[in-house]
């Protein structure tokens, strides 16, 4: 068993920046890849990036390529999301997950363990 919370949303002007972290409680975090997701309001939630156990491996999604870095310290059990260069259409509420199914690295069905969730408001 795995609980996750995240932290870090907040407001920020486009442009800006933001740090989410999720911390994780419980011993088997480091054997768990971890992912990033993000629900905008009358939106499913959709895939943000992920990372594998190790944190050697990571994969975003295109609309935040370039913009956002996913990293996890398991020393720590934290995985953390740097965002940059916010835009207006990142707003959302953003979880973080633990990877216990298989199936695509994209699909919130893969993923388990959810936290509650961290506001992200980008004001234009």
């Known amino acids: 068993q795995v609980q996750l919370v995240e932290s870090g949303g907040g407001l920020v002007q486009a442009g800006g920046s933001l740090r989410l972290s999720c911390a994780a409680s419980?011993?088997?975090?480091?054997?768990?890849?971890m992912g990033w997701f993000r629900q905008a309001p009358g939106k499913e939630r959709e895939f943000v990036a992920t990372?594998?156990?190790?944190?050697?491996?990571?994969y975003y999604a295109d609309s935040v390529k370039g913009r956002f870095t996913i990293s996890r310290d398991n020393a720590k059990n934290t995985v953390y999301l740097l965002m940059n260069s916010l835009k207006p259409g990142d707003t959302a509420v953003y979880y973080c997950?633990?990877?216990?199914?298989?199936?695509?690295?994209?699909?919130?069905?893969?993923?388990?363990?959810w936290g509650q969730g961290t506001q992200v408001t980008v004001s234009s």
């Open positions: 997950a633990a990877r216990i199914y298989s199936g695509s690295n994209y699909s919130p069905a893969s993923y388990g363990y």
């Open positions: 990372i594998s156990w190790s944190g050697g491996s990571t």
């Open positions: 419980g011993r088997t975090f480091s054997s768990y890849a």
